[in-house]
């Protein structure tokens, strides 16, 4: 059974840094993945964040943090770490991590972990 789990988010204040962890377990094969973060702030729609391609740990970012965040996978200890510096107020949101194959299919789900970026 796939599981996702995300961890690190707190209480930040604004031009501080935090790391993000996403912890997939269950999956045959890790390099054969996408994995992604998203956000979703109260009343917002849910937004793309970063992602990245296990297999060769290219990356993509939104405009929005693009600069400030980076994504990047532990081969040893399977997970992947979504970096944030110079964060701001607008960073607040709860932050997601999706994993799916690269052939599509199911998408597997985190239950978030909340970042939280005092002005």
């Known amino acids: 059974q796939v599981q996702v789990a995300e961890s690190g988010g707190r209480l930040v204040q604004a031009g501080g840094n935090l790391n993000l962890s996403c912890a997939p377990s269950?999956?045959?094969?890790?390099?054969?993945?996408?994995v992604e973060w998203f956000r979703q702030a109260p009343g917002k729609e849910r937004e793309f964040v970063a992602k990245?391609?296990?297999?060769?740990?290219?990356?993509d970012y939104s405009d929005s943090v693009k600069g400030r965040f980076s994504i990047s996978r532990d081969d040893a200890k399977n997970t992947v770490a979504l970096e944030m510096t110079n964060l701001k107020p607008e960073d607040t949101a709860t932050y997601l991590c999706?994993?799916?194959?690269?052939?599509?299919?199911?998408?597997?789900r985190g239950k978030g972990t909340l970042v939280t970026v005092s002005s």
């Open positions: 999706t994993v799916q194959h690269k052939g599509g299919g199911m998408i597997y």
């Open positions: 269950g999956l045959a094969t890790y390099y054969s993945y996408i």
């Open positions: 990245i391609r296990w297999w060769d740990g290219s990356a």
